[in-house]
């Protein structure tokens, strides 16, 4: 079993809900040679310093998110999306140390694979920013003011994604407007949604 890294421990200590729950997790993850680190401040385990899977803990249940997870064999049906866009990561969520328990050989079998699909140099088809539609309120605004559209333009890929797609769920035309114009000085700005 690898070692537990002190900088993660106090991750443990501190969980209020869940404690036996990670720990399980965690001695798990170890026992299958992978490396900890504290990410996102997160216990966060590698393979040749690429991220492997994650130990996150919500109010209803705790996890082990998969980076990979959407290019893994769930052959037990237990691999969660967390939602419809969340495009690579995959989550197994617990409610109780006995399911830990119960699914320790296929969790370790998981993250084995897990682990195969990096030495294999695998990688998650990721929709592309053409992929996203655009939305109308918003190509009216592109084409009546240059200025946005080349900052919209040199905008990293996943900054173009992110605004596209919150523009796009906006129901009603007026709100979509009211995100864009919300939006145009941090685009102009070469900014992030969320920076």
């Not at 997790?25 to 490396?35: K, P, V």
């Not at 130990?55 to 939602?83: P, R, S, W």
């Not at 328990?101 to 998981?110: N, T």
């Not at 009546?144 to 080349?150: D, I, Q, V």
């Amino acid at each position: 079993m690898n070692s537990m890294n002190p900088d993660v421990d106090f991750y443990f200590s501190k969980a209020t809900t869940w404690q036996k729950e990670i720990g399980k997790l965690r001695s798990i993850i170890l026992d299958c040679g992978l490396t900890e680190e504290l990410k996102w401040g997160c216990p966060c385990y590698t393979f040749q310093k690429t991220n492997i899977v994650l130990i996150h803990v919500f109010k209803e249940y705790c996890a082990l998110l998969f980076f990979k997870g959407a290019l893994l064999h769930d052959t037990n049906g237990i691999l969660i999306q967390q939602t419809e866009n969340v495009q690579s990561a995959r989550q197994i969520r617990f409610t109780n140390v006995g399911e830990i328990v119960k699914l320790k050989s296929i969790l370790k079998a998981y993250i084995f694979e897990a682990i195969e699909v990096e030495k294999a140099g695998l990688k998650v088809k990721l929709k592309k920013t053409s992929d996203y539609p655009v939305p109308e309120e918003f190509k009216n605004k592109l084409n009546k003011t240059p200025a946005l559209k080349t900052a919209f333009e040199a905008l990293t890929p996943g900054r173009q994604r992110a605004y596209l797609f919150y523009f796009s769920q906006a129901k009603q035309s007026k709100t979509r407007e009211s995100r864009i114009e919300k939006c145009l000085q941090q685009i102009l700005d070469g900014k992030g949604l969320n920076e």
